[in-house]
């Protein structure tokens, strides 16, 4: 069964500063979605990573997908206030034996001012 | 419509009692999905439908759990003698179709409490 982990699971963080969300996954998939969800709202799809070694940026945020070490990372350049959410990902296993997208837990990200 | 539009946004319902929570997907979107999402928690899956078809329903937390989808557009899940662990969002979110890796959409969520 497939198991998503993220970590950290909650983070206060200075703006200005840098800082990563890491995306362990436990079986091959090489499709993989981040997602923004603020207090009592819906989710935001910020990327969509669909190879190895893909990497994608919208502002002051990058993700990037390593298929073989099963791990996305987001990284966080600069923060400021405006990122102050949750931040899911979510790991497609289409075509596999379990066909479905699980989420990791999700990482509650506070951002200081 | 421009968005995953669902439908109740707030449901409260009696223990034992049924409820119906609809979907309605973007236009021209062929996969649909139900998910799960208890207070401060994940998601979890539930099931999926690309056009009428659900390949696993395996997602689904017991047979008091049903969902379909007709005519490849809006979808119902229907939550048979609800109990107080079924309180919980309800979230339907769609794509162009289940395969080619496309932008996952959800709406905003069907916020169901049972008492």
């Known amino acids: 069964e497939l198991k998503v982990e993220q970590n950290p699971l909650f983070l206060s963080m200075q703006e200005g500063k840098n800082y990563t969300i890491y995306c362990n996954y436990s079986t091959t998939s090489d499709r993989l979605y981040w997602y923004r969800q603020d207090p009592g709202k819906s989710l935001e799809s910020l990327f969509v990573l669909l190879s190895n070694g893909a990497v994608k940026q919208e502002g002051r945020l990058m993700a990037s997908l390593d298929t073989k070490a099963r791990l996305s990372t987001l990284h966080i350049t600069a923060a400021v206030h405006d990122l102050s959410a949750t931040y899911f990902c979510?790991?497609?296993?289409?075509?596999?034996?379990?066909?479905?997208?699980?989420f990791g837990k999700g990482t509650r990200l506070h951002i200081l001012p | 419509g421009a968005g995953v539009s669902q439908s109740p946004s707030n449901k409260v319902t009696e223990k034992g009692k049924d409820v119906e929570l609809r979907c309605d997907p973007i236009s021209g979107h062929t996969a649909l999905y139900w998910y799960r999402q208890s207070l401060g928690q994940g998601l979890e899956f539930l099931i999926y439908?690309?056009?009428?078809?659900?390949?696993?329903k395996s997602g689904l937390p017991s047979d008091r759990f049903s969902a379909e989808r007709t005519g490849g557009s809006v979808s119902t899940l229907t939550i048979q003698r609800t109990q107080q662990e079924d309180s919980a969002v309800y979230l339907c979110?769609?794509?162009?179709?289940?395969?080619?890796?496309?932008?996952?959409?959800f709406g905003e969520g069907s916020w169901l409490t049972v008492v």
């Open positions: 979510a790991v497609d296993m289409v075509g596999g034996r379990d066909d479905k997208i699980i």
């Open positions: 979110a769609s794509s162009r179709d289940r395969f080619s890796g496309n932008t996952i959409y």
């Open positions: 439908f690309q056009g009428n078809s659900a390949p696993d």
